[in-house]
C-alpha cells in the first residue's frame, strides 16, 4: 500500500514565524502535491513537483515555498506565517503524470496565532 | 479555467438506503477525467471512483456509482444500501492537463451524514 505520511497532525505557530511543513511518500512516486483545505473551498494547489528539485506553482502559491530535495520527501515552507495561513495542510503523491490517482496523507491542522 | 461546483453542501441519508451527491465542472476539453474523493472525519482521503470523459459507460465500483452526462457537464456520485462507514466530507475533482503534470481541480465538498 501507498503510504503518504505528514510530520505533524497539528500545529500551533505564532504570527511571523517561519514554518516547515514536512511529506514523505513510500513508493517512488514521482508527482508531489501540497493543498490547503478550508470550509466551502475544497482543496486548493498551493505548489506541486514532478521531480526532484523541480516544482510549479500551483493556484495559491502566495506566502509559501517548497523544497524537494529527496524524491520521497517533499517541504512546505512559509517563510513567514501569517493568520490568514490557519488552514488544514495536505499532502499528496501519484506515480508518474500519465498515473492519475493522487494518494494523500493524513494532513496537519495548522493554526497561526 | 476548469472549475466544479458541487451544489450541496450537506446531505443526510438513512442506512441501507440510496443517496446521490451532484457534481458539475466547467471545461473546454474534450478528453478529461473525473473523480470523487472520500475523506472520512480524522482520516485519510480515499479515491472513490474515476470516469474517463471518453467513455461512455458509467463507472461502478461495488455500491458506488456515476451518473456521468457529458453534454451538460454533470458528474453525480451514487452511494447505494448506505452505511454508517460512508459518512464523511466527499470531493468531486477534475483532471486539469499542464505543461508539468496534470492536477486536480477539486470541488468545495459535500458532507454525508448517515443516520442509524
Known amino acids: 500500500d501507498v503510504k503518504v505520511t505528514q510530520s505533524s497532525r497539528y500545529l500551533v505557530k505564532r504570527t511571523g514565524e517561519k514554518v516547515f511543513l514536512e511529506c514523505v511518500q513510500d513508493?517512488?512516486?514521482?508527482?508531489m502535491f501540497w493543498y490547503r483545505q478550508d470550509p466551502g473551498l475544497g482543496l486548493r494547489l498551493i505548489y506541486f513537483s514532478y521531480d526532484v528539485k523541480m516544482k510549479e506553482k500551483g493556484d495559491i502559491p502566495e506566502g509559501y515555498s517548497v523544497s524537494r530535495e529527496k524524491k520521497e520527501r517533499f517541504s512546505l515552507i512559509l517563510e513567514s506565517a501569517s493568520t490568514n495561513q490557519t488552514s488544514m495542510y495536505l499532502c499528496?503523491?501519484?506515480?508518474?503524470?500519465?498515473?492519475?490517482?493522487?494518494?494523500f496523507g493524513p494532513g496537519t491542522r495548522l493554526t497561526v496565532l | 479555467a476548469q472549475t466544479v461546483t458541487q451544489s450541496q453542501p450537506e446531505m443526510s441519508v438513512q442506512e441501507a438506503e440510496t443517496v446521490t451527491l451532484s457534481c458539475t465542472y466547467d471545461t473546454s476539453e474534450s478528453d478529461y477525467y473525473l473523480f470523487w474523493y472520500k475523506q472520512p472525519p480524522s482520516r485519510q482521503m480515499i479515491l472513490v471512483i474515476r470516469q474517463e470523459a471518453y467513455k461512455q459507460q458509467n463507472a461502478t465500483e461495488n455500491r458506488f456509482s456515476v451518473n456521468f452526462q457529458k453534454a451538460a457537464k454533470s458528474f453525480s456520485l451514487k452511494i447505494s444500501d448506505s452505511q454508517l462507514g460512508d459518512a464523511a466530507m466527499y470531493f468531486c475533482?477534475?483532471?486539469?492537463?499542464?505543461?508539468?503534470?496534470?492536477?486536480?481541480?477539486f470541488g468545495a465538498g459535500t458532507i454525508l451524514r448517515v443516520k442509524s
Open positions: 513508493m517512488d512516486h514521482e508527482n
Open positions: 475533482a477534475y483532471r486539469r492537463e499542464g505543461e508539468y503534470g496534470n492536477k486536480l481541480v
Open positions: 499528496a503523491s501519484s506515480l508518474s503524470q500519465g498515473y492519475n490517482e493522487q494518494f
